[in-house]
């Protein structure tokens, strides 16, 4: 239905790992341990943001497609806005807060930078 857009605050000095595949977003109420290997996002109406399967998400100009959706995901997302990203094959065992995206390479990143949840 909506589409959402957060922007990036901040970018801990841990959070891009290359060989990860795999990005830890929090709100501003993030701890400063957390902030070390997180990327702060701020998402208006956060509330009710809903991601599901096939969705869209945008970080600038790079585009990714929502492979799946852990039960818990969209629950924190809208509350303190965490949710971990991740580039990667859906396995058996989820991550039940992590949402899964393809393809399968990490985006740039940059702080400023909108991220689109459609």
Not at 87 to 97: A, C, H, I, R
């Amino acid at each position: 239905c909506c589409m959402k857009q957060g922007t990036i605050k901040a970018i801990g000095p841990q959070a891009i790992d290359q060989k990860e595949k795999m990005l830890i977003f929090f709100g501003d109420q993030a701890t400063e341990i957390l902030r070390e290997y997180s990327v702060i996002q701020s998402i208006p109406d956060s509330q009710d943001l809903v991601v599901e399967n096939g969705d869209t998400l945008i970080f600038g100009d790079q585009s990714y497609t929502v492979t799946h959706v852990g039960p818990i995901a969209n629950q924190i997302l809208q509350t303190i806005q965490h949710v971990t990203f991740i580039f990667d094959e859906v396995p058996e065992e989820q991550l039940t807060s992590a949402i899964y995206l393809e393809p399968f390479n990490l985006p740039t990143l940059e702080v400023g930078m909108k991220v689109i949840y459609k």
